[in-house]
Nanobody, 115 residues
Framework: QVRLVESGGGLVRAGGSLRLSCEVS????????LGWYRQAPGKQRELVAS???????IYADSVKGRFTISRDNAKNTVYLQMNSLKPEDTGVYYC?????????WGQGTQVTVSS
């Protein structure tokens, strides 16, 4: 069974930084793509950033230039470095892995940015 476990969330002031980690049970190479999503209270879950096994990345316009997604295949972990955080970045951040025939989600980690 595939498990994705996020960590690294917390409370930070606007302008601060956090690094989220998503550890994958088993080989990370099973996934064609790995992504970070977030859901703010009362809003739909949205894509923040994703990375493919080929190395291509996608970012939401709202985080371009501030967030960086990366992966360490040896550690079976994908990261989200978040800089210059804003109050509107507040939400639950989820890691998602997409394979050829399946997808898996983590349980989420809360990020709260105070003004």
């Amino acid at each position: 069974q595939v498990r994705l476990v996020e960590s690294g969330g917390g409370l930070v002031r606007a302008g601060g930084s956090l690094r989220l980690s998503c550890e994958v049970s088993g080989s990370i190479l099973r996934f064609n793509a790995l992504g970070w999503y977030r859901q703010a209270p009362g809003k739909q879950r949205e894509l923040v950033a994703s990375t493919s096994t080929g190395g291509s990345t996608i970012y939401a316009d709202s985080v371009k230039g501030r967030f960086t997604i990366s992966r360490d295949n040896a550690k079976n972990t994908v990261y989200l470095q978040m800089n210059s955080l804003k109050p509107e970045d507040t939400g639950v951040y989820y890691c998602k892995g997409t394979g050829t025939w399946f997808e898996a989600w983590g349980q989420g980690t809360q990020v709260t940015v105070s003004s």
